[in-house]
């Protein structure tokens, strides 16, 4: 049985949606899944699993939120995450998808295999369900 974390950061609500199908579409095909809030999450938590996923709106000038998930995220450095697979999944109000694309180039500079991304503005549509569907799916194989 796979072991997939899915680690977020979410104050409206948004990113709390993807988490949630992404974590739905992983336990459904037989993952074992761990869903927390950042808050709750601990480095053992990304350790223990055989693969990932992050998400985070854009904050505090179109990064990702600064004060949980950066120094969350800074953590894993050092560890021994090479070629785990991840995914990272965002919102965004205004930015297109720079914010992702640097947060993309910074994690797979930590050493982890990105095997998918999502980036929404605000709410996600049903196509992008169907997308954060996928993702959770993804990560379960
Ligand atoms: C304090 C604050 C700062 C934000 N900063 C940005 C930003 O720099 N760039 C951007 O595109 N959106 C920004 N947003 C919009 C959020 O990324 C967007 O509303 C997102 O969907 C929130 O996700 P959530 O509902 O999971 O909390 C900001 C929102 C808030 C509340």
Same mark, same amino acid.
């Given at each position: 049985m796979k072991k997939v974390s899915i680690i977020y950061w979410s104050c409206g609500g948004n990113i709390e949606i993807l988490a949630n199908v992404m974590a739905d579409s992983a336990e459904n095909l037989g993952a074992e899944v761990t869903l927390k809030h950042v808050t709750d999450a601990t480095v053992e938590d990304v350790l223990e699993a055989d693969s990932v996923a992050f998400g985070s709106p854009?904050? /505090? !000038? %179109? %990064?990702?939120?600064?004060? !949980?998930m950066q120094p969350f995220l800074e953590k *894993? +450095? /050092? *560890?021994?995450? +090479? %070629?785990k697979n991840c995914v990272l999944f965002g919102t965004h109000g205004?930015?297109?998808d720079t914010f992702m694309k640097f947060w993309a180039h910074t994690m797979k500079s930590y050493g982890l295999n990105l095997i998918g991304e999502l980036i929404v503005k605000e709410s996600p549509t049903k196509e992008q369900l169907k997308q954060a569907k996928f993702l959770g799916e993804k990560l379960a194989k």
């Open positions: 854009a904050m /505090d !000038e %179109n %990064n990702i939120e600064q004060q !949980e *894993l +450095k /050092d *560890l021994p995450i +090479k %070629n205004w930015i297109e």
